[in-house]
T-cell receptor, first 114, second 115 residues
Framework: GAGVSQSPSNKVTEKGKDVELRCDPISGHTALYWYRQSLGQGLEFLIYFQGNSAPDKSGLPSDRFSAERTGGSVSTLTIQRTQQEDSAVYLC????????????FGSGTQLSVL | AQSVTQLDSQVPVFEEAPVELRCNYSSSVSVYLFWYVQYPNQGLQLLLKYLSGSTLVKGINGFEAEFNKSQTSFHLRKPSVHISDTAEYFCAVSDYGGSQGNLIFGKGTKLSVKP
C-alpha cells in the first residue's frame, strides 16, 4: 500500500479482555517498530523487528504484551488481560531497514480499556 | 542505554518570532539524531535528521537543527514561525554502534504559534 496501515483505528475493550492490533507496513520495508503514545508520556518504544526477528523485546511493558511478524510483512501486537493503564495510542512505523532510514508512521490504534 | 530529554513540554510563541526547541541526549555510543513532527490529527513525519558530516542540518518547512557533540544537544530552530507550525515536535536518537535496534523518542514539545 501507499503507507503504513494500522487496524483497527479505534478499539474499546473491557478490562481483562485480550486485544490484537495489526500493522501492515510499506511494501519492501524490512524494519518495523511499535510505539505507545500516552498523554504526557511521549512515545514509548515497545519492540522492533528486522525481518521476522525481534532483537530486543525489553521495551514491552509486561509479559501481557507480545508481538509477532510473519512473512517479513504484517505484524500483530497482542495485549492479554488488558488493564486500564494500557489505554493509549499504539503506533506502528516501518523503514527500509537501517537505523538511519526515515521512519514512516501509521495513524495508530486508539485503545481504550474500560 | 540512550535517553532523550526535551526540556520544554510546551512553547508558546507569536507568529513571525524565532523559536528554539531544546533536545539533549545521552548515549555511550555514536548516534543518529532526528526530529519528528506531529501536526494536529495527523501522523508523525520526519522533519530532519543528522547522520554525519556538517553539524547544521536543514529540514522541511524552514527548520534547522545543530548537532553539538560536546553538549550532547540537537536543538531545533526556526527564525520565523507561522501559525501552521503549531504541532508537537519529538526529538529522537538511535545508536549505530550498539546492539539495540530501536529509536528512542523524547516526550515531545508542543509548539503553539499565536497570531
Amino acid at each position: 500500500g501507499a503507507g503504513v496501515s494500522q487496524s483497527p483505528s479505534n478499539k474499546v475493550t473491557e478490562k481483562g479482555k485480550d486485544v490484537e492490533l495489526r500493522c501492515d507496513p510499506i511494501s519492501g520495508h524490512t524494519a518495523l517498530y511499535w510505539y505507545r503514545q500516552s498523554l504526557g508520556q511521549g512515545l514509548e518504544f515497545l519492540i522492533y523487528f528486522q525481518g521476522n526477528s525481534a532483537p530486543d523485546k525489553s521495551g514491552l511493558p509486561s509479559d501481557r504484551f507480545s508481538a509477532e511478524r510473519t512473512g517479513g510483512s504484517v505484524s500483530t501486537l497482542t495485549i492479554q488481560r488488558t488493564q486500564q493503564e494500557d489505554s493509549a495510542v499504539y503506533l506502528c512505523a516501518s523503514s527500509l531497514g537501517a537505523l538511519d532510514e526515515k521512519l514512516f508512521f501509521g495513524s495508530g490504534t486508539q485503545l481504550s480499556v474500560l | 542505554a540512550q535517553s532523550v530529554t526535551q526540556l520544554d513540554s510546551q512553547v508558546p510563541v507569536f507568529e513571525e518570532a524565532p523559536v528554539e526547541l531544546r533536545c539533549n541526549y545521552s548515549s555511550s555510543v555514536s548516534v543518529y539524531l532526528f526530529w519528528y513532527v506531529q501536526y494536529p490529527n495527523q501522523g508523525l513525519q520526519l522533519l530532519l535528521k543528522y547522520l554525519s558530516g556538517s553539524t547544521l542540518v536543514k529540514g522541511i518547512n524552514g527548520f534547522e537543527a545543530e548537532f553539538n557533540k560536546s553538549q550532547t544537544s540537537f536543538h531545533l530552530r526556526k527564525p520565523s514561525v507561522h501559525i501552521s507550525d503549531t504541532a508537537e515536535y519529538f526529538c529522537a536518537v538511535s545508536d549505530y554502534g550498539g546492539s539495540q535496534g530501536n529509536l528512542i523518542f523524547g516526550k515531545g514539545t508542543k509548539l503553539s504559534v499565536k497570531p
